[in-house]
């Protein structure tokens, strides 16, 4: 089985993939660029047998990290603990196999790339727009035939919150919620704040989406991803499709069309 290896800002998830491509489990943790291959060993083979797996079943693994200094020990987990040589999204011999059309294609987050790959396989054939909620937010454009065109970058709705409450010496920290109405008026300080947070970011997301339709001018799929993606799902205008594993289905997606020659 593979072992596919997505170490974000916040959290690093682990997907356990199947022959066919399918994920059978899923697994985070905190980011902690100073982990070491032996801890995640630890920690892994005791979720594995829980599961009712053995860390002999993986024989392959795929990382693709935001995360430079934490790849090293990751690679390191994959030789020691699995007895393979990791592959790593965007290095050969595992090339990203769509095009990046954008002035720097090497500063490109390997997640946005990997999101493009999955998006492609779920709607091929029609433009679209992935927006990914995580430490940041992203808003991506992915081509009819598959090439990422670009996109934005917001500040997450987490890392908005704790600017409010870190800078603000009289605002308590309140949890990430939708209020109680749909009311945008609020009558004390944490119902203010609870809409100006949500009901702000879905503005935020509104307006985006608004513009970037308007400038691709043809018809767009919104697929949206990441842990807080669902906070926002009630809200069905704004996305066509959640698909909280995008990411990972991407890197499977990716190890596959390696293996095919795709």
């Given at each position: 089985m593979l072992l596919a290896v997505d170490n974000g800002n916040t959290n690093v998830k682990f997907a356990l993939v199947d022959d066919s491509g399918e994920i059978v489990q899923r697994w985070r943790i905190a980011t902690d660029a100073r982990r070491t291959a032996d801890e995640y060993a630890v920690w892994l083979d005791q979720l594995l047998q829980m599961e009712g797996h053995k860390r002999s079943e993986i024989d392959a693994v795929i990382i693709a990290t935001v995360v430079p200094r934490a790849l090293h020990n990751l690679q390191v987990l994959s030789q020691k603990y699995f007895g393979t040589d990791a592959l790593v999204a965007g290095r050969q011999p595992v090339g990203w196999g769509i095009a990046l059309k954008v002035d720097e294609p090497r500063a490109l987050g390997a997640d946005r790339a990997v999101n493009a790959i999955a998006a492609q396989a779920l709607e091929p054939g029609v433009d679209k727009i992935v927006i990914s909620f995580g430490t940041a937010t992203t808003f991506d454009h992915i081509g009819v035939d598959g090439a990422y065109l670009g996109g934005s970058i917001a500040p997450g709705i987490n890392l908005s919150l704790d600017a409010l409450y870190n800078a603000a010496a009289m605002l308590p920290r309140i949890a990430i919620e939708p209020p109680p109405s749909s009311s945008v008026i609020g009558r004390d300080t944490v119902g203010q704040m609870q809409i100006?947070?949500?009901?702000?970011?879905?503005?935020?997301?509104?307006?985006?989406?608004?513009?970037?339709?308007a400038e691709i001018n043809r018809p767009v799929k919104v697929i949206a991803t990441g842990g807080l993606a669902a906070l926002f799902q009630q809200h069905s205008h704004l996305f066509d499709r959640v698909e909280p594993d995008l990411t990972l289905r991407g890197l499977a997606k990716l190890y596959a069309n390696r293996e095919s020659g795709a």
């Open positions: 100006g947070i949500y009901w702000g970011y879905v503005a935020l997301i509104e307006g985006l989406l608004g513009r970037m339709k």
